[in-house]
């Protein structure tokens, strides 16, 4: 097998630190009903994310489908990024989808999400719906971080484009936090 075959089959797996996962998660909570987005700051392996810091975009468009950035304002989060980032890099960005009446939220990349992509980052969305029932933080079947805080339901799961387009496919990327989870007994 090929070295790039052999990548392309590796799974993928994000590591969210307590620090970033509250951010997502608080972010996500305060504009229920309508999208936040943001970037995700900490170390990329071969096949690992370490997501150390999220920073959600304060000035964002928000709307119930989607979400806008003012690409100025980009740059100049950009540009603090690489002054103080502390050996830290750019690793991908964060979003929220919502659930809207009986329409529940998830955590699959719409086709917008997928144009938009950032290639080779790593992508997170955070899926918020109201809760009907209390449940503890745990990975699902499907390999994301799930579990209620407040009056509601959080999944989120990551995904990952190697170039950014309606018609590319993404790789799901598996979610583990350890500060909420514990650590994996195998």
């Not at 955590?107 to 980052?121: H, Q, T, W």
Request: contains cysteine.
């Amino acid at each position: 097998m090929s070295e790039q075959a052999n990548k392309e089959t590796l799974q993928l797996a994000a590591y969210l630190e307590l620090p970033a996962f509250l951010v997502i998660v608080s972010s996500s909570i305060e504009v229920y009903h309508q999208e936040t987005m943001g970037y995700l700051l900490g170390i990329k392996g071969e096949n690992k994310f370490l997501v150390r810091y999220a920073i959600p975009f304060q000035t964002v468009e928000r709307g119930f489908a989607h979400a806008t950035i003012d690409i100025d304002r980009v740059g100049r989060i950009n540009e603090i990024l690489k002054e103080l980032s502390a050996g830290l890099e750019l690793i991908g960005d964060f979003h929220s989808h919502t659930q809207f009446g009986d329409s529940m939220a998830t955590v699959i990349p719409s086709n917008a999400d997928l144009m938009s992509s950032m290639p080779g980052k790593l992508n997170l969305i955070c899926a918020v719906n109201q809760k009907k029932r209390k449940s503890k933080w745990q990975e699902n079947a499907r390999k994301n971080l799930v579990g209620t805080v407040g009056a509601y339901h959080i999944e989120i799961g990551g995904y990952y484009v190697a170039e950014a387009g309606i018609n590319e496919k993404y790789q799901r990327v598996l979610i583990k936090c350890p500060a909420l989870t514990g650590l994996d007994k195998k």
